[in-house]
């Protein structure tokens, strides 16, 4: 059947063909293979119709695609459809963007197949790695040197680790602990972030009682920073008014209130002596008021005597 699609010059089954022919320069296509995809934004709209040698031994690759309306600066990349797929080529607009980082791109609103030159140069194309080529790098970065260094790096970490196995099983055994914490404690790490959401959808929703708080907040800065010199003023003028009281009302006096408070305390040393003689005579008064008018009925007499208890032993029992 291979051979009597090739005698017929019919193409592979799924190929396609456009009204456009493009070609595009890469350094290594691998094995690209002709009838291979050509594809835009994964979409197949062509196929590959060519692949032949340039003189600086280069792949030359020409492609038959659809009228797919690609800017005239458009980027071919080689893809594969997985790691041991087969290759296909992808075209895309060219972008100096980080994301991609193209050279050579030509701002302009000519697209592919409105311009006599139809080749994507080697600066607009990239090629995918091959599984291969990974493998080698590998191999050159694991031997000699590299192998010298890693087999360095197992020593050093040996020798770092020697003994600690213990502790690493302990460190390893707290973070599944702490990893189970967490996932204990999902429902309310999710219920903390559906308070978060509340409260900044609250806020979000009171935003112009926000702006007018802010508002609020610059006027009155405004209005401090304007009164500025005036505050400062009246601090001053109360601070010179508390000077003024001091030495005008309580300093001339100080002495006379230290002495009253002596005389004062002077009094009171004076009562607490006498205080045996003060309670006797408001006992006599009591006396006095109480028991002596009562011997005198209807009369007034002012009577002014003194009883006392007789005591044998001073003589004055008669």
Known sequence: MVALVVTGGCS????????????????????????????VADVRVGSISKIELTADFKAKVTMSIEDVHLPADAVAELRQTSLLGEKFVSLRACDPSPAHLDTG??????????????????????????????????????GGVAANDLATLVQTGSVGFAGRGEEL??????????????????ANIQ??????????????????GLDQLLVNLT?????????????IDTLQALTRLVQAQNDLVFDPYVQQVDLQIKQVDAILGKVTEGRQEVALL?????????KVPQGIPHQFAQVYAWFAVCNPTDGSCG
């Open 12 to 39: 592979l089954p799924g190929s396609k063909k456009g009204p456009l022919t493009i070609t595009a320069t890469f350094n290594d296509i691998g094995d690209l293979v002709e009838n291979h995809a050509v594809q």
């Open 191 to 208: 219920a903390i972030i559906d308070g978060l959401d509340q409260a900044t959808s609250a806020l979000a929703a009171d935003s112009q």
């Open 282 to 290: 408001l006992d006599w008064i009591n006396n006095f008021v109480y």
């Open 219 to 231: 006027n009155t800065t405004t209005v401090l920073a304007n009164n500025r010199q005036q505050l």
């Open 169 to 186: 099983r302990g460190l390893i055994d707290d973070l599944a602990v702490v990893s189970s914490g967490l996932a204990d404690q999902t």
């Open 105 to 142: 791109c030509q701002a302009g609103t000519a697209t592919l197949g409105q311009k006599d030159h139809t080749d994507i140069p080697v600066t607009r194309t990239t090629e995918a790695p091959e599984l291969e080529f990974v493998a080698d790098q590998a191999i050159r970065l694991l």
